[in-house]
């Protein structure tokens, strides 16, 4: 078997043999051996059974030994402890291999010498072998078309010359890549081995445009491949509202751009409106879209669209700036108020930026007559000082509420009419109460039934009681 396989080897690597006939020695060897850096090589040779091998190096005047299994002192510097015929005699296989190939060995000339003891003249190194020399990097495969999801796969190989030594691959990625799991592959390919690293798992989003390579690390040196760059083709992922600028005045005009994170770009976007509580939906192929004449309580979202899926962003305000608007003076407390009282006047309103200062005016007549600043102001009412006004200001304007009218009372209107009415109102009510007061008495009285007859008179006799100034009274009996 090991023989077949050795010829097999000689066929594979020179596409022809080299056959010589020397003292009965059937010997072939190839003319070329293609040895990879790093590695070990093997020079194949199969001759009829023999006793002993030694291989030189070609020379025009020495025979370097390249190996010797008897005498090892005799080998070469440079290829002491690297050589060694691996065969059995028995079987004829004379095989060389050399360990630690560098480029130094690059087109060294080596031939065999059978049975080295024979007092009979050989010719062996007329038939020489060529060593090539190569450094040979890993080589990368991806597969073109790649959706999240679906399986990625991709394949590291390198070629070597030395089965007993092959180099070790490895990935270099990053860990975007789920549930991935590593398969090795060697075959034999015209005389060299070939080694095969498949890297398989579900592609995702996060793998786009990175980059995937991978190495050979051989005993002394690593070799690496290209890098190459993820092509990963995914639906929308994250989709949001970039706006051309944070502000806006009201009634001015902005660029939004709807932003996604996909592969391939979106082909269709819709806008979504919301502007006081109305909603429009718009559409476009254009990710940038200009708004014009912007109102306040605006909020938009987009959604964007490819051929693989679609999302749609969250819902932004924009910040719409605009001058006090819906300004309104509060009255405290509220109602009529006495003249030369205290009230406090409040100001109100909607604005953004927020306000700045509140003014306070006095309206007499045709005339504006500021008054105070702040949010509050307290005043003492008067009945020629009633109507009252506030404005508000940020950066964008100015705004003014309507004239408040303050209900203020006063004698000269009031206190006359109290004064001449009123004394009547109080005379009436006393007679009503007191003739009420009467017939109740009177009602009361009428309604008793005494149960004795109460029966008084004066004496008409005189007589002398101890007084002489009153007459004594007497109760008849019953």
């Not at 002192?73 to 002491?80: G, I």
């Not at 062996?124 to 020399?133: E, G, K, N, R």
């Not at 190569?134 to 190989?157: D, H, L, M, T, W």
Request: some cysteine; glycine content about 4%; hydrophobic content about 35%.
């Amino acid at each position: 078997m090991a023989v077949a396989h050795l010829l097999r080897l000689l066929s594979l690597m020179t596409g022809t043999s080299v056959l010589q006939q020397v003292n009965g020695f059937s010997i072939r060897v190839p003319k070329t051996v293609v040895a990879v850096e790093g590695t070990c090589v093997m020079v194949p040779c199969q001759t009829d059974p023999y006793e002993r091998v030694n291989w030189y190096q070609y020379h025009n005047l020495k025979y370097p030994i390249v190996y010797d299994g008897f005498y090892t002192h005799n080998v070469e510097q440079k290829f002491r402890g690297r050589t060694k015929v691996l065969g059995k005699a028995a079987e004829g296989n004379c095989t060389l291999t050399i360990d630690n190939v560098s480029t130094a060995d690059h087109n060294l000339r080596v031939y065999v010498w059978i049975n080295p003891d024979s007092q009979t003249t050989q010719k062996f190194h007329d038939q020489t072998v060529t060593i090539s020399v190569e450094r040979k990097a890993p080589v990368i495969y991806i597969q073109k078309q790649i959706v999240e999801g679906e399986i990625f796969q991709a394949n590291c190989s390198i070629i070597y010359s030395c089965p007993s030594l092959p180099p070790s691959l490895q990935w270099n990625l990053n860990t975007f890549l789920e549930n991935y799991t590593f398969m090795d592959f060697h075959m034999e390919v015209h005389g060299q081995w070939f080694y095969k690293k498949t890297l398989r798992g579900v592609a995702t989003y996060l793998m786009n445009n990175s980059r995937i390579s991978c190495s050979a690390k051989f005993k002394t040196f690593t070799m690496g491949s290209q890098q190459m760059t993820l092509n990963i083709s995914y639906k929308p992922v994250t989709v949001r509202v970039k706006k051309e600028k944070k502000v806006v005045a009201e009634g001015d005009s902005i660029m939004i751009e709807c932003v996604a994170n996909s592969n391939p770009p979106p082909h269709k976007y819709l806008w979504f409106i919301r502007q006081l509580d109305q909603h429009k939906i718009e559409n476009s192929t254009q990710s940038k879209k200009h708004f014009s004449n912007i109102v306040r309580d605006t909020s938009l979202s987009c959604m964007a669209q490819n051929a693989l899926g679609v999302q749609q962003s969250i819902w932004v305000d924009l910040d719409v700036q605009y001058s006090p608007k819906n300004i309104t003076v509060s009255v405290s407390p509220s109602g009529p108020v006495p003249e030369n009282s205290n009230v406090t006047l409040t100001c109100s309103s909607n604005a953004n930026p927020a306000v700045e200062n509140y003014m306070w005016y006095r309206a007499d007549g045709d005339q504006e007559n500021f008054i105070g600043t702040g949010t509050s102001l307290n005043i003492k009412v008067s009945r020629d000082r009633r109507r009252f006004f506030c404005k508000a200001e940020n950066q964008i304007g100015v705004g003014r509420s309507n004239p408040t009218h303050l209900d203020v009372q006063y004698c000269e209107t009031h206190c006359g009419f109290y004064s001449g009415v009123l004394p009547w109102v109080l005379a009436g009510v006393f007679f009503s109460v007191s003739v009420i007061c009467a017939a109740f008495l009177w009602k009361v009285q009428k309604n008793v039934k005494p149960q004795e007859e109460d029966r008084t008179y004066m004496s008409l006799n005189r007589r002398n009681v101890g007084s002489s100034e009153y007459d004594v009274i007497n109760t008849a009996p019953k």
